[in-house]
């Protein structure tokens, strides 16, 4: 078993939907990072959490350390929005990062 | 802006030769690097922590002598993937802490994809 694990793999949406993916982790962890990885392969940091919500534009993430699960909401999803979205956390005291497998996200018109 | 450049973002070389990829962080003063590696439909996987002034910390199954890293200045890291086959080929990508420590946000490279003939 992972100690990310995320859901659900893929995922498709009609555009305006309302998104929401899940990532659950089985360690002790000092953060919690959600990626968003373009068809590229480019790699952006969209939140970093240790504790509660974080909210940036149309993005939430949410992070519930007792039931070691985080989720990222998209609120009016966009085709632009379609990418792969990485839960990963860090353990310990530094930056090494655990990677979910990611969930595919197309939203269509 | 960018804050951490990496080139190339596409090699393709003959099997035996060595590839050279480099990680700039243009922001911050970095004493950590990260390198990793993604195969396709595959989550990231971190190969080896790159340390400005000392050897790299690699991770379990990751050769060293495969993958030389070099971190010689605070905003530059090197990764060579020395004598190349085809198993070699993959995405690879580096970050870096925000601010250059510990604990905060990553910023990532563009990648490299690798391709081995």
């Known amino acids: 078993k992972n100690e990310v694990e995320q859901s659900p793999q893929n995922l498709t949406a009609q555009e305006g939907e309302f998104i929401t993916i899940n990532c659950s982790y089985s360690?002790?962890?000092?953060?919690l990072h959600w990626l968003q990885q373009h068809p590229g392969g480019g790699i952006v940091s969209l939140f970093m959490?240790?504790?509660g919500k974080k909210k940036h534009g149309r993005l939430i993430a949410t992070i519930n350390i007792q039931e070691k699960h985080s989720s990222l909401h998209i609120t009016a999803s966009h085709p632009r929005d379609s990418a792969v979205y990485i839960c990963?956390?860090?353990?310990?005291?530094?930056?090494?990062?655990?990677f979910g497998t990611g969930t595919q996200l197309k939203v269509e018109l | 802006g960018a804050v951490v450049s990496q080139h190339p973002s596409r090699v393709i070389c003959k099997s035996g030769t060595s590839v050279k990829i480099e990680c700039r962080s243009l922001?911050?003063?970095?004493?950590?690097m990260f390198w990793y590696r993604q195969f396709p439909k595959k989550s990231l996987m971190l190969m080896a922590t790159?340390?400005?002034?000392?050897?790299?910390?690699?991770e379990q199954g990751v050769e060293k002598d495969k993958f030389l890293i070099n971190h010689a200045s605070l905003t530059l890291s090197t990764l060579t993937v020395t004598s190349a086959h085809p198993e070699d080929s993959s995405f690879y990508i580096c970050?870096?802490?925000?601010?250059?420590?510990?604990?905060?946000?990553?910023?990532f490279g563009n990648g490299t994809r690798l391709t081995v003939t």
């Open positions: 922001d911050f003063q970095a004493t950590t």
């Open positions: 959490l240790s504790s």
């Open positions: 790159s340390n400005e002034g000392s050897k790299a910390t690699y």
């Open positions: 970050s870096v802490p925000g601010t250059g420590s510990y604990n905060s946000p990553l910023h």
């Open positions: 360690v002790g962890i000092s953060a």
């Open positions: 990963a956390v860090t353990t310990g005291g530094g930056n090494k990062l655990t």
